[in-house]
Each structure stands twice: as structure tokens, then as C-alpha cells.
């Protein structure tokens, strides 16, 4: 299968293949190769840990080429002059469009990382592409209520406070198809 990478200002988005999750659960170093990218100490970030990317693996081995895309993607720093590509975080759908239109994003990078803009490249990038198909209508997004930064994200990428989310403490975000999403 080809390689889906995709660039945005800074970052190079790689939709994450069963090769891939296959890689990174056996070692930084399969990652980094397939990649071109050096993917630093304390990956995986934040709610991006082992569970997730067995659950990716799983829906990769099931649903096949079909759902590359509608799943995990690796967010790449660009080599910039002496500075090396760098994989610096991870962000995704938790698959692909439900019967209603829905799909629902999430992503979470390395501390490091945090604070430069690569969290808001990223959500745009997720939703843009979500809502650019025609089979989805509504793009969601989860974050607890005490994370102000999640929320800052989440704002700034166009969403709209939404109430409450499923889990307790947590809050909704949506962005819908239109002109003013």
C-alpha cells in the first residue's frame, strides 16, 4: 500500500497503515525507519498509549485499506535546516463516518511540542479532510473540563463548546458542515 502523507504548513501527515502500528508497538526505531523521522524519547504521548494503538492495529487488520485515513495519523515535524524531522505527536478519527455523518477526532502530542501550534494544525487538518467527504456531517471532540489547553485547541480548529460529554467531567465540542462549521 502507498504511503498517505499529507503536508500542512509545518507538519507532515502520515495516515497511520497496519505496517505502521505494527512497527510502533515493536520499537521506535521500526517507527522512525518507515517514517524518515526520529521519534524522540517518551513516545507515545499523553492518552496515545499501548491500548490505543492495539486498538488501531485491530481495526487495521479488520477493516484493511478501507479505513487508512479514518483512523490514526502521525504528526511529522519538517527537517528544517540542522534540525531533523521529528515526530511530535499523533492524532486521528476513531473510524470512519457513522451511519448519522458523525465521526469523532482526538490527538495528543509530546510535551515538548506542546504550546507551538502543531495541536491546532493538526485538529484543522482532521476536521477540514472529515468535512471535505461527503458522508459526514459533524466533527466531535472530547477533552475534560479542567483542560483548559484541549479546549483552547479545540477553539481555535473551529469547534463550539457543545455541553457535556459521555464521560463525567468531561466536555463536547462540534464543528458541522457549513459555512460557519
Known amino acids: 500500500m502507498t504511503e498517505l502523507r499529507i503536508p500542512t504548513a509545518r507538519l507532515d501527515l502520515v495516515a497511520a497503515t497496519l505496517a505502521h502500528v505494527q512497527a510502533e508497538l515493536e520499537g521506535a526505531d521500526r517507527l522512525a525507519a518507515l517514517l524518515g523521522a526520529r521519534v524522540p524519547d517518551g513516545w507515545p504521548p499523553g492518552e496515545y498509549d499501548r491500548s490505543a494503538q492495539e ?11 478501507a ?3 479514518w483512523l490514526g495519523w502521525y504528526a511529522v515535524r519538517r527537517a528544517d535546516g ?21 465521526v469523532e477526532i482526538g490527538y495528543s502530542l509530546l510535551p515538548r511540542a506542546r504550546g507551538r501550534g502543531y495541536a ?9 479532510r472529515a468535512l471535505a467527504h461527503p458522508a459526514v456531517s ?5 477533552t475534560d473540563a ?4 484541549s479546549a483552547a485547541v479545540l ?3 473551529g469547534f463550539r463548546a457543545a455541553g457535556g460529554g459521555a464521560e463525567p467531567g468531561s466536555l463536547r465540542f462540534e ?7
Open 138 to 142: 459533524r466533527v466531535v471532540a472530547h
Open 120 to 128: 491546532v494544525e493538526l485538529a484543522r487538518f482532521l476536521v477540514d
Open 155 to 157: 477553539e481555535r480548529a
Open 67 to 69: 479505513v487508512v485515513g
Open 175 to 181: 464543528r458541522v458542515r457549513g459555512p460557519r462549521g
Open 82 to 102: 540542522a534540525a531533523p524531522a521529528l515526530l511530535v505527536g499523533a492524532g486521528g478519527y476513531l473510524g470512519p463516518p457513522s451511519p448519522a455523518g458523525e
Open 146 to 149: 479542567g483542560n483548559a489547553a
Open 55 to 65: 486498538y488501531f492495529r485491530e481495526r487495521l487488520a479488520e477493516g484493511g485499506a
